[in-house]
């Protein structure tokens, strides 16, 4: 109760925590689904190797493992009071490093519709190098700050055998946006945990070959697509191991994504107005609802990669993947202990490389 007898906390919501890297799921989440696609090819006349028409070789029971490497630069600074982000710990500025190898498996079961597969993902970064500064002091090994920590990764996604990356519609079906299943997807080239490999042509290709898609899928409860134009060529023909590979570089660009939460954070904030409520009391909650903001802004974000792809084989021996993109967070949200309206605002700029190598391929 206020001084004038008013509750105060009794009808606040409590908002569910929403991590940085959750925000960064948004974008590559909604680069999936119910997307429209408009492929084209370009041939380049060559006459070494042969054209192939691409396409994985998913048999259910293989089990692919892959030496995983990360190298991921993060800048930021922060101000206003970090309490409208939960619990999360945030400094006001840091400059962090982390680098890391580690082993991830890749196994390969029966999709839920003929043609399509199911593939489980599993690894972490156990053993991180972390340089770098938190508000003016250097990082100690143990220091990870939340928002930095590689969580671990277990992961299953669908694809179809052209390496189109299949997202389940009833994510957008969710109330909460999905925000709750987010966790396992990720930016693109954020998360390790990922089907390697570009989605490939319904045509045969060689070298000096070309293709793109253009993807639009629908913001985040609003009307707007965002757009992500992928372009993919076979560069070179190699060995690895042995093996004869194409080498095929891809750069996958993803429009801006900006999007703000308050409008629904307001009618669900609104939903908890105590039945009788008076004039006063809903005047003020009134007055709270318009001043919340949950605004997130995601730069264009580019990566980049290269794919050693066995034609044979029909997978992956080795890939190489970077992005870079920033980020822009404003939020005004309630203090769960005081009640009151408190701002905080943040710039990140995220760099990452991530590298694999197949060191094993088993029932393929």
Do not use: K
């Amino acid at each position: 109760m206020d001084s004038a007898g008013r509750p105060i906390l009794s009808w606040q919501m409590r908002i569910r925590h929403i991590s940085i890297l959750t925000v960064l799921a948004l974008g590559v989440a909604a680069c999936g689904a119910d997307a429209a696609v408009q492929s084209t090819t370009t041939a380049v006349e060559s006459t070494t190797p042969d054209p192939l028409r691409l396409s994985y070789s998913l048999e259910p029971g293989t089990t692919f493992e892959y030496e995983v490497g990360i190298d991921q630069q993060i800048e930021m600074s922060a101000t206003g009071d970090a309490s409208a982000m939960g619990d999360e710990e945030i400094p006001g500025d840091a400059s962090i490093n982390l680098t890391g190898t580690t082993t991830f498996t890749h196994s390969v079961a029966e999709g839920p519709q003929p043609g399509r597969y199911e593939i489980t993902i599993r690894g972490d970064f156990t053993d991180l190098q972390i340089t770098g500064i938190i508000d003016g002091e250097p990082i100690g090994q143990t220091d990870i700050p939340d928002f930095a920590e590689l969580e671990p990764i277990e992961v299953t996604i669908v694809v179809d055998e052209q390496g189109n990356v299949i997202v389940d519609d009833e994510l957008f079906g969710d109330p909460l946006g999905g925000l709750g299943g987010f966790g396992d997807l990720a930016a693109p080239g954020m998360d390790p945990g990922q089907f390697l490999g570009p989605p490939f042509p319904d045509r045969p290709v060689t070298v000096g070959d070309s293709w793109s898609e253009t993807i639009e899928s629908p913001v985040f409860m609003d009307g707007d697509h965002i757009v992500t134009q992928i372009e993919s060529e076979v560069t070179a023909a190699d060995t690895i191991d042995g093996h004869e590979v194409l080498v095929i570089e891809t750069t996958s660009t993803t429009s801006m994504i900006e999007f703000d939460l308050a409008e629904f954070l307001v009618g669900f904030f609104q939903a908890f107005i105590p039945e009788g409520a008076t004039d006063e009391e809903t005047a003020e909650i009134d007055a709270i609802a318009e001043g919340l903001r949950f605004l997130f802004i995601i730069d264009e974000t580019v990566a980049d990669m290269t794919t050693w792809f066995d034609a044979e084989a029909g997978y992956a021996r080795q890939a190489e993947f970077s992005m870079s993109t920033s980020i822009v967070m404003d939020i005004n949200m309630l203090d769960d202990e005081t009640g009151e309206l408190v701002g905080f605002g943040m710039e990140m700029s995220i760099a990452q490389d991530v590298t694999y190598r197949l060191i094993d391929a088993a029932n393929a």
